[in-house]
């Protein structure tokens, strides 16, 4: 499988399920929202459901394959499946 089939497949990926994986706990239904897990500022981080994407007002944003590196830092899912 090349990256660009991989990095496909990581998008199929729910949101949620990613954010699950990893322990986050976020409030909310549509927009769910709580401590950022890489800054660890409360209520700065927030997912959206319908789009499938995620915010942290105070570092960064992307879909779920930007997940690993907003999360830890330093961890790119696009330059890791090259």
Known sequence: ?????RIENARAIPIESEIARRGIKLKGTVDRCGPCPRCGERDRFAINLRKQCFICRGASAGDVIDIPEASVGNLAFRGATL
């Open 1 to 5: 499988m090349n990256a660009d089939a």
